[in-house]
RNA sequence: GCCGAAAUAGCUCAAUUGGUAGAGCAACUGAUUUGUAAUCAGUAGGUUACGGGUUCAAGUCCUGUUUUCGGCACCA
């Protein structure tokens, strides 16, 4: 896909594109005051009060119609700077611009303005000549949208929609935008049966189907058997703890809002826990620890709840259940770098295990003037967010630094993800933690005999296995490499009658040596079964007939190719299972 | 949570201004016995998400709830 903000030309046209729509809205609403229209990657919006109106599908047609002619009449895009007295005077009667204009800096005495037709806005610009030039674009969709992105604030009416040079981009974006749809997780989880919802359940409460759940099975086992060889002991522990335990967490106080409510049994508090920290903060209390035994990495796949807003829910990424791949690192402060750059690496070759590559890494940082929102340290503070800038730049990782995103207790490494609909979303987390420790008095002894408090790593690699079973659909578009595929091999006797008992036998040996194998010898036609197959994107179908069944052989043929090959039955065998061990990826 | 939209058979969708809820696929039964993306015929399948209201009459209009979708906000 086009980023149309890193694209200068059609950053510039979809921009005016911008003032062409609120031009339009004009027309059709003349009550209509705007806010900002800015660009964005996906082409740009505009946010506009419409009073009491609302937007329609039909309004939105109609306004793109009245841009269409207004583009057509060809007036110039003219600028004209004017001082910000003369500005605040000419827009006295929008109070939208005169919140822009007040907020400008002290030394901007200049403000620019643009003038096409019958319509002016403030604008720094640049813009194109004239409007004419806007001839491919589209009005994309319309939604509600908080003034300055403040939930406290009275809610505009957003317009997106995106123009470009020529016809052929356009059809194109949209293309993409159709294709979108058709690996987005929710479709492809319902089409393949991998989880479900249901409304006595709740919201945000998947339940995983059969074949998801074979598919999460592998994930666990895939990143267990990574976390054992790199020293992590796994745990259970339970999935509600009491309120005196996020209490002592500090949880209560900071994250109550979006933890579901608390439940009193006898005179007992208790909540359904909504991460894992203060639990395994008390095992690594249970018993005394060495600075010889650090680092400690207690790991557990473990289920949470948290009370998510209703309009945040999401298929399998954005949930109320979830579990988490979690652990918790503990270590003395000299063994945060080593640690943190083991971490790293970790999610550098999961990644490239699963051949996953548009991924962002980004290192949220604290905002040192909001005292109210982070932990009070600032050399804690300083000197954690150096440390971690050091690895990532030893590791050679490329990152983008995000002011203002850290936990309360620390500064995070975060990655970041595009699902196929929808904004970002942060898959892996690695977080710096130095508050908790204290706060559970966890300790540790160091090599003068002395008490330490230790410094603890939260970690989550999949971040939770549903988000990341989402991703990964929408990845391979369903077509999981053969290790994850619910089914990997389907068997399909020509027919029945003569080489059913074949097809039986083939499936009872594939079965017999662990692999996932469905016989379909019902009474169709080859051609109808064959189908089926492809489109449930199994990655290898075997065709049996008097040929195979004589030869003791199978022919298989790959998913989305026409051609067959023809093997031994144990030599395919041979080739599944390396490729299944391998964890190869489909081509 | 907020601004909008939507919910009809297991799935994908129809149903003029309010006037007998339909189709394709899937399922089931039978015929057909198949060599690389859909064989034919028949059967069954519904308190139109759930509650309340308006009306002679509601899938359709009003209203409450739930869920879903597009955004916004949130994401210790």
Redesign the pocket.
Known sequence: MINIKENEHLSIMNHSCAHLLAQAVKHIYPNALFWVGPVIEEGFYYDIDLGDE???EEALEKIEREMKKIAKDGKRIVREEISKADALEKFANDPYKVDLISRMDEDEQVISCYTQGDFTDLCRGPHLESVKELKFFKLI?F????WK???KNK?L??IYGVCFENEEDLNAHLAELEEAKERDH?KIG?EQELYM?H?LV???MPLWLPNGSIIRKQLENYIYEKEQKLGYDHVYTPCVGTVDLYKT???WD??KE?MFPMMKVDEEEFVLR?MNCPHHMLIFKNKMHSYRDLPVRIGEFATDFRY????????LERVRCMCQNDAHLFVTPEQIGEEFKKVVSLILDVYRDFGLQNYKFRLSLRDPEDKEKY?DDDQMWNEAEAKLREVLNELGVEYFEAVGEA???GPKLDVEVKPA???EVTLSTCQLDF?LPRRFELSYINSKGEKETPVVLHRAIFGTFDRFTAFIIEETKGRFPTWLSPVQVKVIP????FQGDYGKEIKDYLAENGIRVELDDR??????R??EA??QKVPYTL?L????KENNTI?Y?LH?E?D?TTLPKEEFLKMLKEEIESKSLRK
């Open positions: 609302t937007l329609t969709k939604s509600g949208a908080y992105g403040d939930a809610m009416q957003r929710r319902k919802n409304e709740g919201a945000g967490s500090g949880h900071h994250y979006n909504p998510e807003a209703s309009g945040a829910v999401k298929g932990f936990a309360f207790y609909v929808g904004p508050l020509v027919n029945a009658e009474n169709e036609k080859l051609g109808y064959l189908r492809q489109t065709i007939g008097d040929a195979e022919s043929r989305g026409k067959t």
